[in-house]
């Protein structure tokens, strides 16, 4: 009964603090004070909560044994994190936006193309990624090519369609104003109308952050080498050693969020013109 009174007692305070903080001025300080605020709570009352009710550590293990486990465990997490995200993630999501960015350029070049690509694009889209998934595998091995070649069907469309609709965001006027400068496709696409697409670039760039490591993880259920995310996920389960599984879940995490964080700080300072960006 303690632990759960000290779980409601540190729900209270951080709902408190948190309260206090929304009502000040929006600075640097109170955004991340207030997150950092929001989390902490959450993991003092998962702690509480696990030992206040004894719950067994296969159904949901503590956070400090979750955090026991990470520690003793890093050779392996580094092992799949370098597995699972350098090598499958990172370059699936650059192949995929890469090409994706590409075929945007030669669509709004050619019109025909956005009839006879995008209709393709949308329906691959549609695909469920539990179903392409083996067939990749059995196409490009069980290594981390295949890992990428998920990545890269996942990541692809939404960066093809944000890419499109950026370079077509320009209006009449823009478009004329650089004619009447003799200024032939290449020079407009460069000068006007690629700046105008950033801030569309960027959000496919967002989007495919979070899709690129879902994607490499889940591939690596269908079939990987002895290292991968993925792949201690499934074979820790068949084990019962969740608070491994947690470990690797908090690697995921904190991956996904660094890896959306540089990209949004990029987005920042390659767009600080952009009004989304003024505060």
């Keep these: 009964m303690g632990w759960l009174v000290f779980g409601f007692i540190a729900w209270l305070v951080g709902w408190k603090l948190n309260s206090r903080l929304s009502h000040r001025p929006r600075t640097q300080f109170t955004r991340l004070a207030v997150p950092v605020i929001f989390g902490?709570?959450?993991?003092?009352?998962?702690?509480?909560?696990?030992?206040?009710?004894?719950?067994?550590?296969?159904?949901?293990?503590?956070?400090?044994?979750?955090?026991?486990?990470?520690?003793?465990?890093t050779a392996i997490l580094w092992e799949d994190f370098v597995q699972t995200v350098l090598k499958g993630a990172l370059s699936g999501y650059i192949l995929g936006c890469g090409s994706a960015f590409l075929i945007a350029i030669a669509i709004d070049r050619f019109p025909f193309l956005q009839r006879g690509l995008l209709p393709v694009g949308n329906f691959v889209?549609?695909?469920?990624?539990?179903?392409?998934?083996?067939?990749?595998?059995?196409?490009?091995?069980?290594?981390w090519q295949s890992k990428a070649a998920v990545v890269v069907v996942m990541v692809f469309f939404p960066m093809l369609v944000n890419t499109v609709q950026g370079l077509?965001?320009?209006?009449?006027?823009?478009?004329?104003?650089?004619?009447t400068y003799a200024a032939g496709y290449w020079k407009t696409l460069l000068k006007l109308r690629?700046?105008?697409?950033?801030p569309f670039i960027f959000?496919?760039?967002?989007?495919?952050?979070?899709?690129?490591?879902?994607?490499?993880?889940?591939?690596?259920?269908?079939?990987?080498?002895?290292?991968?995310?993925?792949?201690?996920?499934?074979?820790?389960?068949?084990?019962?050693?969740?608070?491994?599984?947690?470990?690797?879940?908090?690697?995921?995490?904190?991956?996904?969020?660094?890896?959306?964080?540089?990209?949004?700080?990029?987005?920042?300072?390659?767009?600080?013109?952009?009004?989304?960006?003024?505060?």
């Design 40 to 73: 902490l709570t959450i993991i003092v009352v998962w702690e509480c909560i696990v030992w206040g009710l004894k719950i067994s550590p296969v159904l949901l293990p503590a956070p400090t044994q979750i955090a026991q486990t990470f520690a003793a465990s």
């Design 168 to 179: 077509q965001d320009t209006d009449a006027m823009q478009r004329d104003l650089m004619r």
């Design 194 to 198: 690629l700046p105008a697409a950033m």
């Design 125 to 143: 889209a549609a695909l469920p990624i539990i179903g392409m998934a083996p067939i990749l595998v059995m196409w490009f091995g069980f290594d």
């Design 203 to 279: 959000n496919g760039l967002k989007i495919a952050t979070t899709l690129a490591l879902i994607g490499a993880i889940v591939a690596e259920f269908f079939g990987s080498p002895v290292r991968g995310m993925g792949f201690r996920i499934s074979t820790s389960v068949g084990q019962l050693a969740m608070d491994l599984v947690w470990a690797e879940i908090v690697v995921a995490a904190i991956v996904g969020s660094g890896f959306y964080g540089g990209v949004a700080l990029l987005e920042k300072t390659m767009t600080f013109w952009h009004p989304s960006q003024r505060r």
